[in-house]
């Protein structure tokens, strides 16, 4: 296995100017694995409750990510609400029920202890920090966060800051942690709570990565099919850290380059609700995007 991907397994209820969809199968550790199997062995981590159907699972195994660590509680699956109006560029959340959530606690196999790669997706941040210590090696440990986490776990969250090497915020985010409203200085201050690298995305207006070595900049993919942004950030990751976890190396070539896949990952998860997209997606499908993303980029 090469990436570890500990976060939710949801079922989403989606509203946007081009529809509605209920009981979605979403969630962060989901989005993220959609796009990070195309590089690689994905294991995921997380709970899901009594409701959640079967069909979702037998799905995401036949897309090839490994479920060992999936665990089924008694209580309800994670739900998360959440509405896009006028550019779609922000999600308003309605409503979160934790459901299983709130009483899980990650157990890792001792195959999954040696993983090298961690994306710690979205969740809550104890439990991001709950699997820390059982890690045997790790090579690269990504976290994302969220709103809902930043506002009720924030003293948490700062603590598993510490133990992370890339911190991955939206614009919002990176602003409401760090009370500035310029991104490069909000940049400046989340590598002061300790991840020595920072990656801000802002949506259509592309992402940003700040190091003490070095800064580096990407717009967005010119997209005009913004269907249902749910999952973007997740898919973005997923691309990023699943190009990074085949290259074997970090470097600031690879970084780019991992940043260019991610961009191009989540511009196909836009397309459609859900993983509608992700889910058809081939390594072929990123490479030919890719290819026409270089051209518009460079001069
Ligand atoms: P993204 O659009 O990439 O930020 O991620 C959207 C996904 O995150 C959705 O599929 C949700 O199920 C999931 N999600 C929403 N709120 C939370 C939360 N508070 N904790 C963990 N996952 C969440």
Do not use: C
């Amino acid at each position: 296995m090469s990436i570890l991907v500990l976060g939710t397994v949801a079922l989403d209820n989606v509203r946007t100017p081009y529809g509605e969809r209920n009981k979605l199968l979403g969630g962060s550790a989901a989005h993220f694995s959609m796009s990070s199997r195309l590089f690689t062995k994905v294991s995921l981590v997380a709970t899901v409750g009594e409701d959640f159907p079967q069909r979702h699972i037998d799905f995401l195994q036949q897309k090839g990510i490994s479920l060992a660590s999936l665990i089924r509680a008694q209580g309800k699956t994670f739900q998360w609400s959440g509405e896009y109006k006028g550019d779609l560029n922000t999600a308003v959340t309605l409503n979160t029920e934790l459901g299983v959530l709130a009483s899980f606690k990650p157990k890792l196999s001792e195959e999954q202890k040696k993983i090298k790669y961690i994306f710690l997706a979205n969740v809550d941040p104890d439990i991001q920090g709950h699997i820390l210590p059982h890690l045997s090696s790790p090579k690269l440990i990504v976290l994302d966060s969220m709103n809902y986490w930043i506002n009720t776990k924030r003293k948490s969250l700062l603590k598993v800051l510490k133990k992370v090497d890339i911190y991955v915020a939206n614009d919002q985010e990176a602003r409401s942690l760090t009370q500035e409203d310029n991104l490069i200085r909000a940049a400046k201050r989340l590598r002061s709570f300790g991840p020595p690298m920072i990656l801000i995305k802002k949506g259509e207006h592309g992402v940003l990565f700040y190091s003490d070595k070095f800064i580096f900049s990407l717009p967005a993919y010119p997209e005009d099919k913004v269907v249902d942004p749910t999952g973007a950030g997740d898919t973005f990751a997923g691309g990023f850290m699943g190009y990074l976890a085949k290259a074997k190396t970090v470097n600031a070539q690879n970084i780019k380059k991992a940043l260019a896949y991610g961009t191009i990952a989540a511009s196909f998860n836009i397309e459609g609700f859900g993983l509608e997209r992700t889910a058809k997606l081939s390594m072929k499908d990123l490479d030919n995007r890719l290819a026409e993303f270089r051209r518009q980029v460079l001069f």
